[in-house]
């Protein structure tokens, strides 16, 4: 392994840790058939949610996970100081029709499928700096409305490409702050801590639009995965560490084409992460049967596989030292038709096992 | 007066100023042609800024406005640690496009005509925090991408009502940072900084979504003006400020329907801004010449007025403390053909002359 600065540091290391007071997740229907579908909070079997459309379907799910987060912290929405929220669909409108009756003072982002990592790297900045105490970090996607935005609508029945991946329909939510998560009560699925043990953002590293060039919406993994390099690359080298010093590199949703291609690009840069690396799209479904092609993707892939999976793992100390790194695909349709390149973006969260007394 | 707390406290107090380190706008044929035209730094007579297409101009446009702002604080894009940019296209595709060839660790938003208050709120509270020397806030929009994403193609030309307001065609990035500005050169147009004075923000009161359930997306004021009252009313609350403790409080883009739907809210409240309220909407074109009807909208509206009207008058002391309240509407071509309201945001900023040895 040979680390050189490529251009100045892009990490923050906290004082003291951001703990992961509460998390929830909600999934479809698909994602409840998954290898995952134990794990999440809440399936919702109906793909509509009880609304009329696909848009409002995912503004509820959104707000049903935030309203789930903040219930398992003890919290009522009045408490939360901040929320950083954003989705797929144009102008978020997920985000703000989804948490918006809340009245939390809102930062609204977009950084696609990134975007857990982006709530979760500027709520803990946030928190770190001491502006809120409690503060809510949320995102979701849903496939029938990403399809609609980026791509085809449903009813053509379009087939698709082997490299492409199925939009997860899920809703993940966190909320953080600087004391660590109460104890909890006995009717909750999934505990955010287990005696003194619990889950806590300790370092995170924000990541660059990287631009290779790419033009295939329909590879979102393959135009994902150097921006999942680069920001790999410089949070290894801005703490001077290595592959190994992590239990499992995972991230959002490269899915089996994008999986490749990043461990090929590392590997040019005599990193090897093979042994550590998972990826969140390629954990929520079951390519032999579920028919996803190269894997799951959308904000809610690495958000619901996030609450559901990961930090139950670290809290139990199955993981003492994670680094979660949510990619996203930077197009909109009119990008795409006009001929632009598909660019990515990844951010980088370290999450740890911290003891509390 | 009389001030009653609705929530929980929303603002921030900054120990030490955040100064505003540079500033930069760059401004299309029109906006050069009004009451402005003469403060910008660049005027392009080319609505297309010698690309191809509109969404093309708006990223060249933005990319051109970063670097100015960049090289006026007398630095490279690698000395810049974060970047918070957005804009109005879907999947905010000006900013991935147009910062992306930096390099530099990227946040994006979505907080629509509200952008520029929301990358300065962000951006405000790292340097505060010390997680960087050097952040960029920057935000655009273009008439012609603007119709494009939300109304008409411009060649239907369809008739406007009364109530619409005209995209500015424009883009203002600002250098912030923890150290005051250098001293400008000879050369530069606007001065960052005049003996030993110069802006810097203060604090921050972060917007909430409101929504008074208005479904006129042609009546961008209106939407917008109640989460306006609603972000003014908590900053004063917060500080337990009365509207003559600033020499001005300059709405983003609410235009002269917004303005006055803002001054009757708030004046239910007992809050009278009258004689201190100015909007940037309303300053940027001449709408008796100028046939903008009820003014200007956009995130380069907000954004260019501040970095070519407004700092300048608060770095010559005219002005010792501001509040700059950019307002923005939620809502998305999907959202408003499935007849979803209108709902609107508002970031404030306190921009106060501060005096530096």
Same mark, same amino acid.
């Given at each position: 392994?040979?680390?050189?600065?490529?251009?100045?540091?892009?990490?923050?290391?906290?004082?003291?840790?951001?703990?992961?007071?509460?998390?929830?997740?909600?999934?479809?229907?698909?994602?409840?058939?998954?290898?995952?579908?134990?794990?999440?909070?809440?399936?919702?079997?109906?793909?509509?949610?009880?609304?009329?459309?696909?848009?409002?379907?995912?503004?509820?799910?959104? #707000?049903?996970?935030?309203?789930?987060?903040? /219930?398992?912290?003890?919290?009522?929405?009045?408490?939360?100081?901040?929320?950083?929220?954003?989705?797929?669909?144009?102008?978020?409108?997920?985000?703000?029709?989804?948490?918006?009756?809340?009245?939390?003072?809102?930062?609204?982002?977009?950084?696609?499928?990134?975007?857990?990592?982006?709530?979760?790297?500027?709520?803990?900045?946030?928190?770190?700096?001491?502006?809120?105490?409690?503060?809510?970090?949320?995102?979701?996607?849903?496939?029938?409305?990403?399809?609609?935005?980026?791509?085809?609508?449903?009813?053509?029945?379009?087939?698709?490409?082997?490299? +492409?991946?199925?939009?997860?329909?899920?809703?993940?939510?966190?909320?953080?702050?600087?004391?660590?998560?109460?104890?909890?009560?006995? /009717?909750?699925?999934?505990?955010?801590?287990?005696?003194?043990?619990?889950?806590?953002?300790?370092?995170?590293?924000?990541?660059?639009?990287?631009?290779?060039?790419? #033009?295939?919406?329909?590879?979102?993994?393959?135009?994902?995965?150097?921006?999942?390099?680069?920001?790999?690359?410089?949070?290894?080298?801005?703490?001077?560490?290595?592959?190994?010093?992590?239990?499992?590199?995972?991230?959002?949703?490269?899915? !089996?084409? @994008?999986? #490749?291609?990043? !461990?090929?690009?590392?590997?040019?840069?005599? $990193?090897?992460?093979?042994?550590?690396?998972?990826?969140?799209? !390629?954990?929520?479904?079951?390519?032999?049967?579920?028919?996803?092609?190269? @894997? @799951?993707?959308?904000?809610?892939?690495? +958000?619901?596989?996030?609450?559901?999976?990961?930090?139950?793992?670290?809290?139990?100390?199955?993981?003492?030292? $994670?680094?979660?790194? &949510?990619? /996203?695909?930077?197009?909109?349709?009119?990008?795409?038709?006009?001929?632009? &390149?598909?660019?990515?973006?990844?951010?980088? $969260?370290?999450?740890?096992?911290?003891?509390?007394?």
């Amino acid at each position: 392994m040979n680390l050189q600065k490529t251009q100045g540091a892009a990490s923050v290391s906290f004082g003291k840790p951001v703990y992961i007071q509460s998390a929830a997740s909600i999934a479809g229907k698909k994602e409840g058939e998954g290898p995952l579908g134990s794990c999440f909070d809440m399936i919702c079997e109906d793909p509509l949610f009880g609304t009329d459309t696909w848009e409002a379907a995912e503004s509820t799910m959104q #707000k049903e996970a935030a309203t789930l987060a903040i /219930g398992k912290a003890g919290l009522k929405p009045e408490e939360i100081r901040m929320v950083f929220a954003g989705d797929l669909l144009a102008q978020s409108i997920a985000s703000s029709f989804g948490i918006a009756e809340m009245g939390i003072p809102f930062y609204g982002l977009y950084g696609a499928c990134s975007t857990m990592g982006e709530s979760l790297s500027l709520g803990s900045m946030a928190v770190a700096a001491g502006y809120g105490e409690h503060i809510l970090c949320a995102t979701s996607s849903h496939f029938a409305s990403a399809e609609k935005e980026f791509r085809y609508p449903l009813g053509y029945g379009c087939q698709r490409p082997l490299s +492409a991946t199925w939009t997860v329909t899920g809703s993940g939510a966190c909320v953080i702050g600087s004391q660590p998560p109460s104890f909890p009560s006995s /009717g909750d699925a999934i505990p955010l801590r287990l005696e003194n043990s619990c889950a806590a953002i300790t370092e995170i590293t924000t990541g660059k639009i990287i631009d290779y060039g790419f #033009k295939d919406s329909l590879n979102m993994g393959g135009c994902m995965a150097p921006a999942a390099c680069d920001t790999i690359y410089q949070h290894l080298y801005d703490f001077g560490r290595s592959p190994s010093d992590y239990d499992a590199i995972i991230t959002g949703d490269l899915g !089996l084409v @994008g999986q #490749k291609i990043l !461990l090929d690009l590392l590997s040019e840069k005599n $990193i090897d992460i093979s042994s550590v690396h998972q990826d969140c799209g !390629l954990l929520i479904f079951d390519n032999s049967t579920q028919d996803t092609h190269s @894997g @799951g993707s959308g904000c809610g892939c690495a +958000a619901t596989v996030l609450c559901a999976y990961l930090l139950p793992k670290v809290i139990a100390g199955e993981w003492k030292r $994670i680094l979660f790194v &949510p990619t /996203g695909a930077m197009l909109s349709k009119v990008s795409f038709n006009e001929g632009d &390149p598909v660019s990515g973006i990844a951010h980088a $969260i370290v999450i740890e096992q911290v003891t509390v007394s």
